[in-house]
Nanobody, 120 residues
Framework: QVQLAESGGGLVQPGGSLRLSCAASGRGFSTYNMGWFRQAPGKEREFVAAIAESGDSTSYADSVQGRFTISRDNARDAVYLQMTRLKPEDTATYYC?????????????WGQGTQVTVSS
């Protein structure tokens, strides 16, 4: 089972950028597809972006397409989310998670999350 820890969140002005990191420990990171999700106060957790185990395929929610970029470094057991042109509606706690080959959530793989606040 892989354990995940997110970092890189913070307070940023609208239009700004942040880079989130997700460090993995345990076994098998490079065998998992990986995803980023977010949860705003009072809302359900939602999908943001995902990347295949090899890094050669990515997908994004419509709301972040063209602004966010997911990437991974299997040598470092890490996945990243580069966020640009941030909007107040991007404010949320961001989580990474391991996904199966069928793009299903690996139960118990959530990290603790990192808070992103977009505000002037």
């Amino acid at each position: 089972q892989v354990q995940l820890a997110e970092s890189g969140g913070g307070l940023v002005q609208p239009g700004g950028s942040l880079r989130l990191s997700c460090a993995a420990s345990g076994r098998g990171f490079s065998t998992y597809n990986m995803g980023w999700f977010r949860q705003a106060p009072g809302k359900e957790r939602e999908f943001v972006a995902a990347i295949a185990e090899s890094g050669d395929s990515t997908s994004y929610a419509d709301s972040v397409q063209g602004r966010f970029t997911i990437s991974r470094d299997n040598a470092r057991d890490a996945v990243y989310l580069q966020m640009t042109r941030l909007k107040p509606e991007d404010t949320a706690t961001y989580y990474c998670a391991a996904l199966t080959a069928s793009w299903l959530l690996v139960e118990g793989s959530w990290g603790q999350g990192t808070q992103v606040t977009v505000s002037s």
